[in-house]
């Protein structure tokens, strides 16, 4: 099994910062790609930043130049920093891997429980 521990969300004022973390544990023999996706009430997940295993990153056009996104491949851990944040960045953010489980053939999409994201004055 595969397990993530999330961490970093709140409640933070328009233009204030925050840092989420995410660590993947358990029978992972290689992860190809981490990232960050989120949701808000009434809308669809979205992808929010990824980064593979070689340091290539995407996001989002919405949060270019305010997040960075970065990776410890050898702790399995990402990390997301969000500044400037704004209302509109309200959501649950999820972080997920794109993993091959010890044992297994092919890699897949596992995702964390998600943490709460409140940009509010």
């Known amino acids: 099994q595969v397990h993530f521990v999330e961490s970093g969300g709140g409640l933070v004022q328009p233009g204030g910062s925050l840092r989420l973390s995410c660590a993947a544990s358990g029978s992972i023999f290689s992860i190809y790609a981490m990232g960050w996706y989120r949701q808000a009430p009434g809308n669809q997940r979205e992808l929010v930043a990824m980064?593979?295993?070689?340091?290539?990153?995407n996001y989002a056009d919405s949060v270019k130049g305010r997040f960075t996104i970065s990776r410890v491949n050898a702790g399995n851990m990402v990390y997301l920093q969000m500044n400037s944040l704004k209302p509109e960045d309200t959501a649950v953010y999820y972080c997920n891997a794109d993993l091959v489980e010890t044992g297994a053939s092919n890699p897949r999409i596992y995702w964390g429980q998600g943490t709460q994201v409140t940009v509010s004055s």
């Open positions: 980064i593979t295993n070689d340091g290539i990153t």
